[in-house]
């Protein structure tokens, strides 16, 4: 569907026809179309990552779908709570 050397914007344009195709009904627009499919690659990436052990917490941990949902749900709170100390952290300098 996509090759390696098109530009970001290109790839999800064509992502965005390609669902369009799939979803002729479905009126959102291309922005929360990709949104949605960044947020899930990027649980996809969360899921690999913990059952890899790579998460910290993960380790000792059975499987991501052999946790209950307590488990799941404390483990997504702290990637939660990860991502926006980094979003603070990552702003640029408001003085320089």
């Known amino acids: 569907m996509t090759k390696g050397?098109?530009?970001k914007t290109?790839?999800?344009t064509r992502m965005y026809q390609y669902w369009q195709t799939l979803e002729p009904e479905e009126?959102?627009?291309?922005?929360?179309?990709?949104?949605?499919?960044?947020?899930?690659?990027?649980?996809?990436?969360?899921?690999?990552?913990?059952n890899d052990h790579k998460i910290a917490g993960s380790t000792g941990q059975p499987n991501w779908f052999r946790l209950n949902p307590e488990e799941r749900n404390e483990h997504l709170q702290a990637k939660a709570q990860k991502e926006k100390n980094f979003k603070k952290v990552s702003r640029p300098c408001q003085l320089c």
């Open 27 to 50: 009126t959102r627009n291309q922005k929360s179309v990709i949104a949605r499919w960044n947020q899930m690659l990027s649980m996809f990436k969360f899921v690999v990552s913990f």
């Open 5 to 7: 050397w098109e530009s």
């Open 10 to 12: 290109i790839q999800e």
